[in-house]
């Protein structure tokens, strides 16, 4: 495989953020269905001091387009963090999808040996090698986020499962 950084992100991003639209569209139809204030599941948690499902959602798509900006050498686009609802949510994740899906695989040719830098979290500053970077934080961290707001949906009774949460491939 000759950009295996590439395919190890991008696609991985694309159609887990997929399977992420869709779980919101059935957590919102359910949301209305049972006339539930879509609140309520907006801001549902697994426990007290995790993210709501809402930042759940923010975070994955932060995970998806900052990893795939750094690793292409791109700057990351930054995102205010305003959603409110499964509408904004939405549209956020088509933003991320649509800068993703704008990177030319190109770019990702030297990625795997790329120093990234992070500022985040303690300590504050982490080097990584692009490889290192994406297989062992940035997948790590997006599948968390991901993966955590389909079990507060799936929790709260919404009716999605495995092949909802895979999306399409």
């Known amino acids: 495989m000759s950009n295996s950084i590439y395919t190890s992100s991008v696609p991985v991003f694309t159609q887990m ?3 992420l639209k869709e779980v919101l569209r059935k957590a919102e139809a359910h949301a ?6 879509p609140n309520a599941l907006l801001q549902a948690r697994l426990y007290p001091d995790m993210f709501a499902m809402l930042r759940q959602v923010q975070v994955a798509s932060d995970f998806a387009k900052s990893v795939s900006a750094r690793l292409a050498g791109v700057e990351v686009p930054k995102l205010d963090d305003k959603e409110q609802s499964f509408a904004d949510l939405q549209a956020r994740i088509d933003t991320v999808l649509a800068f993703i899906g704008g990177l030319d695989a190109a770019l990702f040719t030297e990625a795997a040996t790329r120093e ?3 500022q985040a979290g303690t ?3 982490k080097r990584f090698t692009g490889q290192s970077y994406l297989l062992n934080y940035g997948l790590p961290h997006f599948f968390f986020h991901t993966t955590t707001a389909y079990a507060i949906l799936r929790h709260n009774g919404v009716e999605v499962g495995k092949k ?6």
């Open 116 to 118: 990234i830098i992070t």
């Open 123 to 125: 300590p504050k500053e």
């Open 32 to 37: 209305a269905a049972k006339n539930i204030d």
């Open 17 to 19: 953020l997929g399977g």
């Open 164 to 169: 909802d949460y895979i999306g399409t491939y």
